[in-house]
């Protein structure tokens, strides 16, 4: 077994995580949804290692044409007795390599936190939270509201009211719950989520929630920016047109693997993971971008403190 994959394959457990040095000290094992990426990405490096075709290996297994796309790109889960199958087509026999993708195929199933909310969080939003909770920084831009796991329970509870008008109150808290264990996960974990953000001035002076619900809010964001693992930028007015007008994402990085790095965008109608290089490098400029139009810590504090005695 190559030393790569080795190294790779030391991050699977199945209880207490057991992970290479240069990883760091993470309270918490890699959740189902890295799990299936992972895994995934391991095939399709063995796939294409073998100069085959997924229509190929398709019509070897028996699977729909779909299927392997969708257990390589990490969308769709596969039994171990799956993953055993495919590797008898890649002719790997190595039994370390054989177990430790045949245990990534089991832990691609755990339950985990939110899966009591499966009513109320669609399927898209469940794997956003878990990439979210298995990241290791985060760079996220918003032009309209401040960032979800920077956001008050007021808040919270009344972005989420106005933007789901037919939600019971029930669907409301849950919805509202679920955002605060995303907050809990990211940043009261062994290994803070290093997080980085942009908001546009307009999300500062949209009242949201009444008065002082958004004085609440705004006070919450200062405090927040002064925690080592939290930067927080404002983009102003005074910078007019800039390169981020297309709207609000989030760039996720994995300190396990570079290639499990994915944007984060979202609409009314979809959320989009988009996992190229090339769309990562893109976006990658467009933070750079408004990151370098948006004022600096200290002066977006300032700002943001106007903003609240203005409110007052």
Not at 128 to 155: C, D, K, N, W
Request: neutral net charge.
């Amino acid at each position: 077994m190559n030393s790569q994959l080795q190294m790779h394959l030391s991050c699977i457990t199945l209880g207490a995580p057991n992970l290479p040095p240069h990883i760091g000290d993470w309270n918490m094992p890699a959740t189902p949804t890295v799990q299936r990426r992972m895994l995934g990405a391991e095939l399709r490096r063995l796939r294409e290692g073998l100069g085959l075709t997924a229509d190929e290996i398709a019509a070897r297994l028996g699977w729909h044409q779909t299927k392997v796309s969708r257990v390589e790109n990490g969308r769709s889960g596969v039994r171990a007795h799956e993953v055993e199958a495919v590797l008898d087509v890649y002719e790997v026999t190595d039994p370390a390599t054989r177990d430790g993708l045949s245990r990534l195929a089991l832990e691609g199933k755990r339950r985990m936190w939110w899966t009591p909310y499966a009513d109320v969080i669609t399927p898209r939003y469940s794997s956003y939270i878990a990439l979210e909770a298995e990241a290791s920084s985060m760079r996220s831009f918003r032009h309209v509201l401040v960032p979800g796991l920077l956001q008050t329970p007021e808040y919270a509870r009344a972005v989420t009211s106005a933007l789901q008008p037919d939600s019971s109150p029930e669907a409301i808290d849950a919805l509202v719950n679920v955002r605060l264990a995303r907050q809990n996960a990211a940043f009261r974990r062994a290994d803070p989520l290093d997080f980085r953000a942009v908001v546009d001035e307009a999300a500062l002076r949209r009242v949201i929630g009444g008065p002082r619900a958004m004085v609440k809010q705004l006070r919450h964001l200062l405090e927040a920016s002064e925690e080592p693992h939290i930067t927080v930028q404002v983009l102003p007015f005074a910078s007019g047109e800039h390169i981020g007008l297309m709207g609000s994402f989030a760039i996720l990085q994995f300190r396990i693997r570079s290639d499990l790095d994915v944007v984060y965008t979202e609409s009314h109608t979809s959320n989009i993971q988009l996992e190229r290089a090339t769309d990562l490098m893109t976006y990658s400029r467009v933070f750079e971008g408004v990151c370098g139009a948006a004022l600096d810590v200290a002066p977006s504090r300032d700002l943001i403190a106007h903003v609240v005695k203005d409110l007052e």
